[in-house]
């Protein structure tokens, strides 16, 4: 591949680097302009998947780079795309929200932390992958810290990043066993061989060595018991940044342990495959029944997050290439969905715990966001017709194919448990309009008059509400 080629499979990552870095550089040369710099983000967002737009339709750019640790092929393509549509409404969702003091880092680090993801899923080497994971989590927790003035947010990236330099160590050494095992560390063909090629000893530390990166990789995408660190940080943290990193890394993530793993580990490892299955049925359980707990509505998302994250581990427990598809079906749902409920409770409250009381009457007060939110939690629920409906469809179906029929019963149950506490939030958004509750009407705690949402965060809560429905109109194929 010469350096011309390269350039152009890498330009959307290209756009965004000299887009977050040029970002920074017009502040410091020309201070207080914030409504430039936010032009500036959302065009470049535009431009880089115009990019990958491009970069798909020219089959010879794909292929491995750079001695093979990149690789640019269709599932970059898909990621790439995700990546930015997700990103420009983290955009809309700030276009009012942040200062003139910060708004350049804001945007400067949002940029950037795309270029960790893009390296996550084009890595071909575990020491690609750790360095891409460290490129998304370093801008990350300056984000999540960046409204310094507000100590939750302080505490909630303190806590983020004491937790993530701890999960990146466990990582970090279970990458040194793998190659003490293995003799390498690159996985374009699946990272595991055939265990008959190793040995019984060289088996047992190549599963030790799994154990190790899945920790780390597990804290990343918040799976049981790995996601002790979210419900404290996504109840603290400033809410654009937390609806952002609660999705966009998650699927970055998902889709390199699909690359590093490949559809047939399950079948060749049988231990590896009996722990993802533990992990996937005790981050359902263990999510939903704790959500239907909860009052603050950050927390109970966060405990949902923990719990789809059960659900997108069954894909890899059914293995295959039924499981690709439905996984990466579901990955879509789930980035609109969940950074459609978020950006609703930003509506309610950009820097504070929003409990399920602070809902009350808002289809009366605001009927379009009380609308999309219904569509949001209905899809996170797996309610038909929304594409959360078809995309738990598909992962369930690929269980069941796969021989894994007991593992499709409990996400069933559990996905019902999950109905309960997103009816919690319908029920305070149209209830007082079906029956007033005569003790909520004397009391001043209940939110009363119209809720005023700046346009940009409509705009965006109303795209993620769309996205679910037009989702249920794709997801059909999956019912063949």
């Avoid at 152009?8 to 040029?22: H, T, Y």
């Avoid at 490949?262 to 005790?282: C, D, E, K, R, T």
């Avoid at 109109?473 to 063949?480: E, I, K, P």
């Amino acid at each position: 591949m010469t350096l011309v080629t390269a350039v152009l499979a890498f330009s959307p990552e290209i756009v965004l680097l000299l887009a977050g870095v040029g970002v920074l550089l017009f502040d410091a040369i020309w201070p207080g302009r914030g409504r430039v710099e936010r032009w500036i983000t959302l065009v470049s967002m535009g431009l880089a998947a115009g990019c990958a737009f491009l970069v798909s339709q020219q089959p010879a750019l794909y292929g491995t780079y750079f001695s093979g640790a990149l690789r640019v092929d269709g599932t970059m393509t898909f990621a790439r795309l995700l990546f930015m549509a997700a990103g420009s409404l983290v955009v809309l969702s700030s276009w009012a929200t942040q200062g003139e003091g910060d708004t350049a880092e804001y945007y400067g680090l949002l940029l950037l932390s795309f270029l960790g993801e893009a390296v996550i899923v084009s890595s071909q080497t575990l020491l690609v992958l750790f360095i891409g994971i460290e490129l998304l989590a370093l801008p990350c927790y300056a984000l999540m810290a960046i409204r310094k003035h507000h100590a939750g947010a302080v505490r909630a990236a303190l806590k983020y990043f004491l937790l993530g330099m701890f999960a990146s160590i466990v990582m970090l050494y279970g990458v040194a066993l793998t190659f003490g095992a293995l003799h390498t560390i690159g996985y374009a063909n699946g990272l595991f061989p055939a265990p008959a090629t190793l040995g019984a000893a060289r088996v047992a530390v190549a599963m030790i060595a799994f154990l190790f990166m899945f920790v780390g990789l597990g804290f990343k995408v918040t799976a049981f018991p790995f996601h002790f660190w979210s419900p404290d940080v996504y109840a603290t943290g400033s809410t654009p940044i937390v609806a952002y990193v609660a999705t966009v890394p998650k699927v970055a993530v998902m889709l390199a342990l699909w690359r590093m793993l490949g559809p047939g580990f399950g079948a060749a490892y049988p231990l590896g495959q009996a722990f993802i299955a533990i992990v996937a049925v005790a981050s359902m359980v263990y999510g939903n029944v704790v959500a239907l707990l909860q009052d603050d509505v950050r927390r109970m998302l966060a405990y949902s997050g923990v719990a789809n994250t059960g659900y997108m581990l069954m894909a890899f427990v059914a293995g295959g290439a039924a499981s690709g598809s439905a996984l990466a079906f579901f990955l879509v749902v789930y980035v609109f969905g969940n950074l459609g409920a978020f950006l609703v409770v930003m509506a309610l409250g950009v820097d504070k715990p929003v409990s399920m009381k602070e809902f009350s009457g808002l289809g009366a007060r605001n009927g379009l966001v009380a609308a999309a939110m219904a569509a949001c939690l209905f899809s996170l629920a797996g309610t038909p017709p929304l594409g959360g409906f078809f995309g738990k469809f598909a992962l369930f179906k690929a269980a069941v194919d796969g021989g894994f029929a007991w593992l499709a019963l409990i996400a069933l149950i559990t996905t019902v448990v999950s109905v309960g506490y997103y009816l919690k939030i319908a029920s305070q958004m149209y209830g007082n309009i079906v029956a007033p509750d005569e003790g909520d009407a004397a009391g001043s705690a209940v939110p009363s008059g119209r809720l005023k949402v700046a346009p940009a965060l409509t705009a965006a809560i109303a795209i993620c509400a769309l996205a679910a429905l037009v989702l249920g109109a794709v997801g059909v194929r999956f019912l063949a």
